[in-house]
């Protein structure tokens, strides 16, 4: 459960714009599939019903894993959207500026 949280958010981060597409958030059926499994994702990570369990097959895990995992997920969704989001494109300016003119 938890590698599909990382895939989307990664698959999110480098969705930034022109000129290869437009951002996610503009598709509104897409966010609204997004948040909807996403809400899925997240109620299947800290469920403790176990005919949900039994279902996926999958076993109980103690609640402070379970805490731990949700803030672990919420803290590297929010660190790698930052890096490409703001990190990036930073940098990407900077090396622009101070770029070093081709000799011909």
Do not use: C
Request: charged residues 10%.
């Amino acid at each position: 459960m938890i590698s599909i949280q990382q895939y989307v958010a990664v698959a999110l981060a480098v969705n930034i714009g022109k000129p290869f597409r437009v951002h996610f958030f503009e598709n509104k059926w897409f966010l609204l599939s997004f948040i909807l499994l996403s809400l899925m994702n997240l109620t299947l990570m800290i469920t403790t019903s176990t005919d949900i369990l039994s279902f996926m097959h999958l076993d109980l895990m103690p609640m402070e894993f379970m805490r731990f995992v949700v803030i672990v997920s919420i803290i590297n969704t929010v660190a790698t959207l930052a890096w490409e989001w703001i990190v990036v494109p930073f940098a990407a300016r900077h090396n622009r500026k101070h770029a070093v003119p081709a000799k011909n």
